[in-house]
């Protein structure tokens, strides 16, 4: 049984509070999709409209509900890939594969240095992933600094579902005065912060255009970029 829930630190860093999306913003999930693609390519079908298919199932919030855990999730992510590609238990008996690629993920390149710096100025670093407690660890352990982990295993939702916001932001009595949100999803995180009226930094490396009205408070390419306001 993993018993691998936040590490809540007490002390308050004098107020500063930031937190962060985990996938995309700290960590690179080129290796998960790499796997999606190899399996795809041993099994015969085209590595690219997989890769796709598995990213956009993923990313729907209809597949989230009521609550999966992550592994589980990802298991009927590739099962429905089979469907959709008229196979029996091709993707699916790689399963495993696939969720030792998203333990395995390694941070974007400025990130442990950008990380180091904001703890050097006293910054309290806060994790919300939507991740689940046996695959976190691993992650985290990427990037080389402590943060605080909450997960979408703890509040048994996933973002942008504002509940799992305001959990994080009661637990911590965040505010717009002592408190930053960074993430690089859009719909996951920009959308429901501009809603709850928080400070956020869109880390768009993608340099996407927003699909809604919403916007973040700033706006970056890469994270290092973030220190001149912090």
Known sequence: MC????VVREESHHGKYLTFDCY???????ATYAAI??????IGVDPQLAR?????YQDSRDNMHPYLDYAILTRNNLIHLDYQFGLTHQFERYYVNVLIAHRS???FPEVIGTLKTLQQRGYHLIMMSNSSWDIIPANAAALE???DIWTAEDVHTYKPDPVFFKTVAAHYDLTPANHWHIAQGYGSDIVTTDALGWRSIWVNRDHATPTTTARPTH?????DEILQWL
């Open 219 to 223: 706006e970056v390419h890469n994270l």
């Open 3 to 6: 018993v691998y829930l936040k």
């Open 24 to 30: 995309g913003t700290l960590l690179n999930e080129e």
């Open 145 to 147: 600094v402590p943060f």
């Open 105 to 107: 993920l390694k941070p």
């Open 37 to 42: 693609e190899t399996v795809a390519d041993k």
């Open 52 to 56: 796709q298919r598995f990213i956009t």
